[in-house]
């Protein structure tokens, strides 16, 4: 690219090179030419305050050199709103740069900004989901997406059929179970869960439990479901005991199954030698790495606490 | 202070000693003076939007270490009062926005260098006005944070707010218990806390809520067994620890995890030798310098979150330090 100095339609600017800071800075003059040339314009138009298309411009510059100048953007935004700049273009700008940086988050601040001016949600789905294709446990993006869900009222728009479909592409996805709560359970338009939601999604934390019986998550999201619907643990005995026959221990699959089996015990009359068995199955051999924690769980066994 | 990763690798070692025993002290000191003295690369100035939290890792690393002199003082407070805006808050370096996170960085180093009265001296009620910008970043109606004047926000900036606040002697200016308030929202069916309510469970969002919830006194909301729970399950086989299921290890959750659960008392449901291993595998034995796993670029952000895990797992040698 030209620099800003040899291009006449910057002749008119003189630009302001970096104020360090004090008389002994710590931080000293040295950029490197082409982005510290378009920093000595952006604090010249700054300092006179320049809300222009040219400025939009050295923005879209600065931005594609360094995306996390969050300096940069509040700029950006300014001149936005003081030009009303069409908004439309604007995210059409924004898809490209938010593809390219995917870890930035100073991107999504900005987009819900001005999704939020546009009033519309039209294509935002869309590009998401090619977002996600790139990295499905982006949080900056999972975060946009319960905003876009809540700001639009998406609760019934294709939500939960797209976390589906993530989770059969990736049943460890934590942030699609995430998201899979937050759009049955975190409705805040008035909506009721209905007994039969809630079997609906407690069989379906089951069968993706039978796909992958040492996942985290789904054993997570039932326990989620069930003190949601204040149901007992204990409705799920026989389940978790198929994954962890404790008879066998060498047809255990699950450390997880343990845990659930470990805490309906606990609450069981009279069965705290089970639980003791089974914590230390967990603490000695399916989970030694937090050996003290089951431990801690088998000292709570018979004490009034142990019920909570 | 350079977030410029590198020029180390963290991993090898040639010394005799075997590595897992070793924290090398002079060479983390060496690395953290020298990283001011990079301004010939182009990546010292596209991380300048965090050099003041730069500065508070840094300076922090340096006082675990025992080293608290290694850095000027005066100039690190004449750095520091340079990037203060009219408004009362700080920006990342001198021109940029004033941001809560900064504002806090700033106020940290400043308790740190123990140069409140420097900041008096300077600027006529400054403590005040800085205080008063942090207050009015509150949200009135839900109780949390905003970052700045463009409202993003994150419970990451609601324990900013109330650390820096303590800090400055001002909780009085905030709504504490609605602060307080909006951290329960954010409590998940897993136990966990996320950014706002609704979202996903993340241990550095854990520490932000316990430690705001600490700071407020009002660990007693917290299901401890439960929360514990899943910020153990963070573990991995290798000794390090994740910030979510599923994700890998990083150095910076030896200090999200690991404060968090001694916060609430259950730091000890860990593995603490295998952790303290972990984390001693990170470093670069030659140039200094801690990365987020072994054979990374080791950088600034992770040497000081590897050391203030070290000194929370009472690392010998190492100061030791407040988990809030």
């Known amino acids: 690219m030209t620099s800003y100095a040899s291009d006449p339609a910057w002749a008119d600017i003189e630009p302001l090179p970096q104020d360090d800071g004090g008389p002994h800075p710590l931080a000293a003059i040295a950029y490197k030419d082409e982005y510290s040339e378009a920093m000595s314009y952006l604090r010249a138009v700054m300092a006179k305050n320049e809300m ?7 923005t879209e510059r600065i931005i594609g050199m360094n995306p996390a100048h969050y300096t940069v953007w509040l700029y950006r935004s300014r001149v936005l709103a003081a030009l009303s700049y069409d ?5 059409a700008w924004l898809n490209p740069t938010a593809l390219k940086h995917l870890k930035n988050y100073q991107i999504w601040h900005h987009r819900q900004t001005i999704v939020d001016a546009l009033d519309s949600a039209d294509g935002e789905q869309a590009f998401i989901a090619g977002m996600m294709e790139q990295d499905a446990k982006n949080y900056h993006v999972w975060s946009y997406r319960q905003w876009l869900v ?9 939500e939960l059929e797209i976390v589906e479909a993530m989770l059969q592409h990736d049943v460890r996805n934590n942030s699609a179970w995430n998201h899979r709560y937050f759009l049955v359970f975190g409705r805040d338009d008035g909506v009721v869960v209905e007994q039969k939601t809630i079997d609906r999604e407690i069989e379906y934390a089951k069968e993706t439990i039978r796909k992958a019986p040492q996942n985290q998550a789904p054993w997570n999201y039932v326990r989620g479901v069930l003190r949601y619907a204040k149901l007992s643990p204990a409705s799920l005995k026989e389940f978790a005991a198929g994954f962890a026959p404790v008879e066998r221990p060498e047809d255990i699959k699950s450390s997880h199954a343990l845990d659930l089996l470990a805490e309906i015990y606990a609450q069981e009359q009279g069965k705290s030698e089970e639980a003791v068995r089974v914590l230390d199955l967990l603490a000695e051999k399916y989970d030694p790495i937090r050996a003290n924690y089951w431990n801690f769980r088998k000292s709570q066994l018979g004490s009034a606490s142990a019920a909570a | 202070m350079s977030l410029v990763s590198g020029p180390g690798r963290g991993g090898g070692s040639d010394s005799a000693l075997p590595q897992e025993l070793q924290l090398f002290v002079d060479k983390h000191v060496r690395y ?5 003295k990079r301004k010939d690369e182009l990546e010292y100035w596209l991380t300048e939007h965090l050099r003041l939290n730069g500065l508070y890792w840094g300076l922090t690393a340096l006082h675990l270490l025992g080293h608290p002199d290694a850095l000027p003082r005066n100039e690190v407070v004449d750095f520091v009062l340079s990037c203060l805006h009219d408004s009362g808050g700080f920006g990342a370096a001198p021109g940029h926005d004033a941001h809560m996170l900064y504002t806090v960085s700033a106020v940290q180093i400043l308790a ?7 900041l008096e001296a300077r600027v006529e009620g400054g403590r005040r006005k800085i205080a008063q910008f942090i207050a009015d970043l509150q949200n009135p109606d839900t109780g949390t944070f905003a970052g700045d004047e463009w409202a993003e926000y994150d419970t990451r900036f609601l324990y900013g707010a109330l650390n820096a606040l303590s800090l400055l002697g001002h909780m009085d200016l905030v709504d504490v218990d609605k602060a307080v308030e909006h951290v329960q929202a954010c409590a998940n069916f897993d136990g966990g806390y996320g950014t706002g309510p609704g979202a996903e469970s993340h241990a550095g969002q854990i520490f932000t809520c316990i430690g705001a919830l600490s700071i407020a006194g009002r660990l007693d909301l917290v299901d401890r067994d439960k929360l514990g729970g899943w910020l153990s399950e963070r573990q991995l086989k290798n000794g390090g620890l994740n910030g979510r ?17 001694a916060m609430i008392d259950r730091l000890h449901w860990i593995d ?5 291993a972990f984390i001693l595998s990170t470093q670069d034995p030659e140039l200094g310098g801690l990365a987020d796993r072994p054979g990374d670029m080791v950088d600034v952000f992770h040497t000081h979150f590897g050391i203030a895990g070290l000194s929370l797992l009472k690392f010998p040698g190492l100061a030791e330090i407040d988990p809030i």
């Open chain 1, 52 to 58: 222009s298309e040219r400025v939009l411009g050295l």
């Open chain 1, 87 to 91: 908004l439309r273009t604007e995210l």
């Open chain 1, 150 to 158: 809540k700001r639009f009222a998406l609760w019934d728009a294709g």
């Open chain 2, 32 to 36: 953290i003076q020298s990283l001011d």
């Open chain 2, 112 to 118: 740190t260098l123990d140069a409140f009265g420097d």
């Open chain 2, 245 to 261: 299921p599923e994700k890998k290890e990083d150095v910076c959750y030896s200090w999200w995890v690991a404060s968090s659960l």
């Open chain 2, 272 to 276: 603490q030798g295998k952790l303290t």
